[in-house]
């Protein structure tokens, strides 16, 4: 069984999608054994706890990112964590922290990348006037939202959008995404060669 860690920050709807795909049957071969935030009022923290999940918040306000990530990484060794998903956890992890567990951290992007990485990246492709967007899971690399993609989804963008529509869309297709994308790299049935990631 591989043992799941998630980071979040805020309301934490990725991680609910991955924890339900888990209750429901649909992901197998993994269990959720710890949930972390950066921010101890993020409701992901609360709705974790009501699952009866291992659930805390080491702040990272006003201590030097080192050693937050040192914290973390810790935290996650202590608890046997051998795969990590970033569910809106929106800090940027520091290389040691990506060398304590290679090829073994996931993300999910709001867009189509390498469309619109960073903030707002709905924001982003509606002020960019594009007319598909999207969300993928990726593994995370020293670069921000930049490391080899695992699966992407698309939605089309309407003309009469706004951010709350389009981000509600391109959400419902993240949920789907994720746990698609952790069933892949659970299943060890795939090979990367430099960039792409190559289902065998
Ligand atoms: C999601 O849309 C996720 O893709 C995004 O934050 C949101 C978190 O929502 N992540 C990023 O933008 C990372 N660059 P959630 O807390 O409901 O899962």
Not at 49 to 78: F, N, T, V, W
Not at 96 to 125: K, M, T, V
Not at 130 to 144: L, M, N, P, S, W
């Amino acid at each position: 069984m591989t043992r799941l860690g998630v980071l979040l920050s805020g309301r934490g709807s990725n991680f609910l999608a991955i924890a339900e795909a888990i209750n429901n049957g649909s992901l197998r071969g993994c269990e959720i054994v710890l949930v972390l935030s950066n921010k101890a009022d993020a409701p992901g923290i609360d709705a974790a706890r009501q699952l009866g999940l291992e659930a805390r918040a080491i702040p990272s306000k006003g201590i030097p990112r080192q050693e937050h990530d040192r914290q973390m990484i810790a935290a996650l060794q202590d608890a046997r964590v051998d795969l990590i998903c970033l569910a809106g956890y929106m800090r940027i992890i520091s290389p040691e922290f990506i060398a304590a567990f290679p090829n073994r951290i996931l993300n999910i992007h709001p867009s189509l990348l390498p469309s619109f990485p960073g903030l707002d990246a709905q924001g982003q492709a509606l002020e960019y006037g594009a007319k598909i967007a999207g969300c993928t899971v990726h593994f995370v690399d020293e670069q921000v939202d930049h490391g080899t993609i695992i699966v992407q989804r698309t939605v089309p963008v309407l003309d009469n959008d706004t951010h709350d529509t389009l981000a509600a869309r391109i959400l419902e297709q993240e949920h789907q995404a994720y746990a698609e994308g952790l069933q892949r790299v659970l299943s060890g049935e795939y090979r990367i060669e430099g960039r792409r990631y190559i289902r065998k």
